[in-house]
């Protein structure tokens, strides 16, 4: 059988393998750094496929991470975890303190090298709990109250363990050598930074990551290569540090965080557009105080800034910094700021576009390539980071999307798709990889 008959085989005879493993995440939604049963699972199946299997510390670099939740927050999901049931032998001591992410290594000789990235986090939203969705109708719904597969992630992630089955099958036909990149905490844009500093990305000559995505979007066909334009984006939380005081016995003694917050609040959203391309800013929550007659003392804000390029995002942060130092000293308060997430500028190689497109015009005919090969982004990913990492040292990088009927839109509690696209991936995957090693 030639290659390609046989991809197309095993591709079939792996979707209900992938709808299992999709179905097993769907109801056990993990968010950011708390990916402990997902990345066991995702390591105890890699380690049956034969592939060299990295896991904890040594996928995401320790000091790197953004947006990591609390001790307290990670021993309780852990203790649900192994309530749920999970793959024990496999859940290692660095995965049970949040270092999650798992990363596959096939090596098949001398060659270029092909690194894949899929993403494995959820959201943190309330799954619809009737029967008018399918996740709840079909017995696969959430379990974990607050938590979601709302984004398609649990798809990337059996879209990953089935392109590593099917390329692990055919490792006589690969020379080169396959690195499958299962990122934690994309969500926020939290993760891939951590994962490029610890030099995963070094030594990819191509470099690959999908989204699945609607059918009622833009794109025209089942599959667009490349895309371009994601914001570069940086998310704070600021904490304002004030002095509590008696509000009617001793006002002068307070230093009022809340005004302080407030204050920069009203300026963030006043630092200058930009002359070269879109900007943007968020100021997402604020909480602060204690009490109606009690000068606060605290207050906490999370905001966000975005931009079309990374130099854009970048006058944008420094300028916020700037802001929410200022508003502090003028209410004699102190302030930290904490980076909770942050990705760059994105674009996609022209000539690994064309050489997507025609590997699935050639091999997977039943596959449309959309008109628009090279479509805009909408919102911010931190692939963003692992591509312009591939791209400074010469290697090639696209961020393809997949198309899906979906039931709801992405980030909404309805949200489901069509299982279909788990086979749908896995080829295109499978098809790019062995035109690149073959
Ligand atoms: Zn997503």
């Known amino acids: 059988m030639d290659r390609i008959a046989h991809l197309l085989a095993r591709s079939a005879e792996l ?3 992938m709808t299992d493993i999709r179905r097993s995440l769907h109801r056990f939604p993990e968010t950011g750094w708390l990916e402990m049963r997902t990345s066991a699972l995702i390591a105890k199946e890699l380690t049956q496929m034969g592939y060299e299997v990295i896991t904890g510390r040594a996928v995401c670099l320790d000091g790197a991470r953004m947006g990591v939740p609390d001790e307290s ?11 749920h049931g999970c793959e024990a032998e496999y859940l290692t001591q660095d995965m049970r303190e949040g270092f999650t992410g798992v990363i596959g290594v096939l090596r098949c000789g001398e060659g270029k090298t092909v690194a894949l990235r899929f993403d494995i986090d959820a959201l943190g939203m309330q799954e619809w709990p009737d029967d008018t969705h399918r996740p709840t109708r079909e017995g696969f719904a959430s379990v974990i109250p607050g938590k979601m597969h709302a984004c398609g ?7 990953g363990l089935g392109t590593a089955k099917i390329l692990a099958g055919m490792k006589e036909a690969l020379h080169g050598t396959v690195k499958l990149i299962f990122q934690p905490g994309e969500e926020g844009a939290r993760g891939a930074k951590a994962i490029v500093a610890a030099g995963h990305l070094d030594d990819a000559d191509v470099f690959i990551g999908s989204h699945v995505a609607p059918t009622d979007s833009l794109d025209d066909g089942d599959v667009t290569p490349g895309t371009y334009g994601s914001l570069a984006t940086t998310k704070y939380d600021v904490k304002f540090t004030g002095l509590a005081a008696h509000a009617g016995g001793y006002p002068e003694r307070g230093r009022n965080a809340l005004l302080a917050a407030a204050s920069a609040a009203l300026s963030l959203h006043a630092i200058p557009r930009h002359s070269e391309g879109q900007s943007r800013i968020n100021v997402g929550t604020l909480h602060a105080g204690t009490g109606r007659n009690v000068i606060p003392d605290e207050a906490l804000m999370q905001i966000e800034v975005r931009g079309e390029t990374t130099e854009i995002n970048s006058f944008v942060a420094a300028s916020a910094e700037a802001v929410c130092r200022g508003a502090a000293a003028m209410y004699g308060c102190g302030v930290s700021i904490t980076k909770m997430g942050e990705a760059e500028g994105q674009h996609s190689d022209e000539a690994l576009i064309t050489r997507i497109a025609d590997v699935v015009r050639r091999d997977l005919p039943h596959l449309s390539v959309s008109s628009i090969e090279n479509a805009k982004n909408w919102g911010s990913e931190d ?8 791209q400074e040292h010469g290697g090639l990088a696209t961020y393809m999307r997949v198309m ?3 039931a709801g839109a992405q980030h909404t ?6 299982e279909d696209v788990l086979k749908k991936g896995a080829q ?11």
């Not at 992630?153 to 879209?159: G, K, L, M, R, Y």
């Not at 692939?383 to 591939?390: A, E, F, T, Y």
């Not at 295109?428 to 073959?438: G, H, I, P, S, T």
């Open 383 to 390: 692939i963003s980071v692992m591509m312009n990492r591939v």
């Open 413 to 418: 509690v309805k949200f489901d798709f069509d």
């Open 153 to 159: 992630h649990d798809a990337h992630a059996a879209i």
């Open 73 to 83: 927050e990670t021993k309780r999901h852990l203790e649900r975890v192994l309530a």
């Open 15 to 17: 979707q209900s393998y």
């Open 428 to 438: 295109v995957f499978c098809a790019a990889v062995l035109d690149v090693l073959a």
């Open 404 to 406: 899906t009927p979906m």
